[in-house]
Nanobody, 120 residues
Framework: QVQLVESGGGLVQPGGSLRLSCSAS????????MGWFRQAPGKERKFVAA????????YYVDSVKGRFTISTDNAKNTVYLQMNSLKPEDAAVYFC?????????????WGRGTQVTVSS
């Protein structure tokens, strides 16, 4: 059974940094696309970033380009989201997701999320 477990969320001041981790287990993820999404209170869940399991392709929503970096550690079956220069509008619950097709369009598996709060 596929499990995705996020960690690394917390409270950070504007301009600060956090690194989120997504530990994946339950199968081999070679060929998968891995994504990060976020959902703010009262809003829809939105795409943030995605990466091929091999790490050779990455995609970002415009609002985080230059500030967030998605990466993988295949040996640890872990996907990371390094978030720098955080803004109050980045505050949300962040979810990790996996797409078995590798296309990064429709995600089959989801974690439960980790809360990111950006406030002074």
């Amino acid at each position: 059974q596929v499990q995705l477990v996020e960690s690394g969320g917390g409270l950070v001041q504007p301009g600060g940094s956090l690194r989120l981790s997504c530990s994946a287990s339950g199968r081999t993820f070679s060929g998968y696309a891995m994504g990060w999404f976020r959902q703010a209170p009262g809003k829809e869940r939105k795409f943030v970033a995605a990466i091929s399991w091999s790490g050779d392709r990455t995609y970002y929503v415009d609002s985080v380009k230059g500030r967030f970096t998605i990466s993988t550690d295949n040996a640890k079956n872990t996907v990371y989201l390094q978030m720098n220069s955080l803004k109050p509008e980045d505050a949300a619950v962040y979810f990790c997701a996996a797409d078995h097709t590798g296309l990064g369009i429709t995600y089959d598996y989801w974690g439960r999320g980790t809360q990111v709060t950006v406030s002074s």
